[in-house]
C-alpha cells in the first residue's frame, strides 16, 4: 500500500531543465523533479565545475546553483557558492610546507558583499611573521582587486587563474608560493 502512494507521488512530478548563469555557458546541465514552480523556487542544486565548464581543470570545482527564475519547463540559476572539493585541498598540503589560509569580506564595486577563502600553498617551511606577511598582502590584492572589478569579472578572472596567478605574482617577494588557490567563495 505504501508503495502505490509513493509511486503516485513521483508520477505527479514535473521535470525542470536547468541552465547555469551566462558566465558559465548556455546549455543546459541536468534535470529536477518538483510538483511545482514553487517548489523549485530557491532550491541550490550542486554540480562539478568540469561538467558545464568542459574543462579538466574544473574538476575538483563544485558549484552550488541558487534557482531564481521559473519559465515554464525552464530553470535559470545564480551562483551560490564555488568551492574546491576537501580531498583537492588536502592534497596540495605536503610536509615541510606551509599552508596559509585567508578569509575576506569583500564588496565589489557594485556594491555586492561576499565572502573569498582562499590557499597559499609555499615551498619551505615559513615562519609566523611570513605568514601573517603573505596573507596581509593577498588581503590587500583581494581588495584593490574587489574593488575595481565585478563579482562576475572576479569569477572568470578564478575560473581562466588570471586572479591566481596575479596574487602569486604580488607576494613572491615573502616567499616562493607553490600554489594559490580558491577555497571557497559564498555570494
Do not use: C
Amino acid at each position: 500500500m505504501a508503495d502505490k502512494k509513493s509511486a503516485d507521488k513521483w508520477k505527479s512530478k514535473v521535470w525542470f531543465n536547468v541552465y547555469p548563469p551566462k558566465l558559465l555557458g548556455e546549455s543546459t546541465i541536468g534535470e529536477i523533479p518538483a510538483n511545482d514552480e514553487k517548489g523549485v523556487m530557491g532550491r541550490v542544486i550542486k554540480v562539478s565545475m568540469s561538467w558545464i565548464t568542459h574543462r579538466p581543470e574544473h574538476s575538483f570545482m563544485l558549484v552550488g546553483l541558487r534557482v531564481n527564475s521559473v519559465n515554464g519547463n525552464t530553470v535559470n540559476t545564480d551562483i551560490d557558492y564555488i568551492e574546491q572539493t576537501f580531498s583537492y585541498i588536502h592534497s596540495l598540503i605536503r610536509r615541510h610546507s606551509s599552508a596559509i589560509y585567508t578569509v575576506d569580506n569583500l564588496t565589489d564595486k557594485r556594491g555586492r558583499k561576499f565572502v573569498l577563502k582562499l590557499l597559499a600553498v609555499t615551498a619551505d617551511k615559513i615562519r609566523t611573521p611570513k605568514k601573517t606577511a603573505i596573507r596581509k598582502s593577498l588581503a590587500d590584492f583581494t581588495k584593490e582587486f574587489t574593488t575595481s572589478h565585478t563579482v562576475e569579472e572576479l569569477l572568470a578572472a578564478i575560473l581562466d587563474n588570471s586572479f591566481q596567478s596575479e596574487a602569486v605574482r604580488r607576494v613572491t617577494n615573502i616567499a616562493h608560493v607553490n600554489k594559490l588557490e580558491l577555497k571557497k567563495i559564498m555570494l
